[in-house]
């Protein structure tokens, strides 16, 4: 008979399978504890994502390596450990290069699915933005390492019939990759190069001509987006409303616009804005300078030329908040797909090499913005106040997240109200 230990979580007291590894004991009660190179029947557990951290009886271990014992004494959820696999999963999008909008695994991938359970908009270290080439030497599997988050699933899982590993790992530090042996790939069986894809738990290990992409709606971690509790903004502000208009400005710095366009998806409620709201400098004005001192300044989009950080650092001095909105004015977004590659080579590819009739050079010009080495976040330019999330973040939330500001109410952009693609 299965012999049965008592542990205690978090102050309980609860009776599980003795030596039951501890991230599946934990599951087993209706706990939840974070993972992500976990798969259950990989043994030993690979222990490379640390994201299941937890403390027992006093020292930090990683769930998934831990087997429960007669009298463990468990910490599961306190604020440092929550913040510890918050940092860690935080520390994984900075190391890799994770442009979601553009990734087929969008929806269905663990990391981002992750970030999303989470609740992380904003991250808090610098993204390294290493480049790392697409790996195309296999028949069928192509690699796509600035995806991958070196769990060694694959490495475990995907071999031959003589037991072959087909991935392995090689380099050090910011240069650890993975790597593919493509004689070896072109003996599994087409069902095991499928499964590759598939335990893969980001869109790292594409397939040549099949897609990964779900229809949004039907992908694992799509969740309605809504507001946890709706806020009726224009009661908010009326509420609060002060002998004059308040005063905002919005800029668009290196970005698509789409911030903006979501700003003026609340459709009619516009009409009540702008009896409570003064627009200054904004693309939806056409003012080109800020006029007066500004409540609130809005930027979408980093900084990618020398005029995008001389906006940006005009709306920090004339803007008593300075908010940047969107993941390209958090920390690049999509324009920061050049930071991988040198300017000089960006440029060649864009003007030299695009084959495009008439543009065989690199326009220069004085009066031409000149270009930064690379994309930077508004926040390595200025000091910003608050963040955003979303590309785009959804009009609703936009609206009472300014409102909220405006008026000095509390509001939560946790959960279910923002979205990575
Ligand atoms: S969906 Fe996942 S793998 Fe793809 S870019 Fe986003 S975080 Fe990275
Ligand atoms: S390719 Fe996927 S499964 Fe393999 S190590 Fe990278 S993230 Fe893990």
Known sequence: MEKKVTIDIDGVAYYVPDQKNLVEAIRDLGLEIPTLCFYPHIQPPLGTCRVCMLQVNGHHVCGCESRAAEGMNIQLHTAELDDHRKAMVELTFAEGNHFCQACEKSGDCDLQGLGYQMG??????????????????????????????????????????????????????????LQIDEALESCIPDEMALRATQICPTGAILYRGKSLSRTPGDRQYDVPTELTEQVDVIQ?????????????????????FGCHM???????????????????????????????????????????????????????EHCDVLVAVGECAIWGGLPAMRNMVPLDECLKEAYVRSGVPGLQQIPH?????????????????????????????????????IASILTGTSTSLIGKVFKYD
């Open 365 to 401: 010009h004085e009066d031409l913005p000149a270009m930064l080495d690379r994309v930077y976040a508004c926040s390595e330019v200025v000091p910003i106040d608050f963040y955003i999330p979303g590309c785009p973040p959804g009009s609703p939330m936009m609206w009472q997240f």
């Open 236 to 256: 908010l502000l009326k509420s609060a409303r002060l002998d004059r208009k308040w005063r905002v400005a919005t800029t668009s710095l290196a970005g698509c």
């Open 120 to 177: 992380i908009g904003h991250g808090r270290f610098p993204h390294l933005f290493v480049d790392r080439l697409l790996d195309f030497r296999g028949r069928r599997l192509v690699i796509e390492p600035n995806r991958c988050i070196l769990c060694q699933r694959c490495v475990q899982e995907i071999r031959t019939a003589d037991d072959q590993p087909v991935f392995s790992i090689v380099g050090r530090g910011d240069h650890t990759q």
């Open 262 to 316: 979501s700003l003026l998806d609340i459709d009619t409620g516009l009409l009540d804005v702008v009896e409570l709201i003064e627009l200054d400098r904004s693309p939806l004005t056409d003012i080109k300078h800020i006029s007066g001192r500004c409540d609130i300044g809005l930027v979408e989009g980093g900084c990618g030329s020398d005029e995008n950080v001389h906006v940006l650092k005009e709306f920090r």
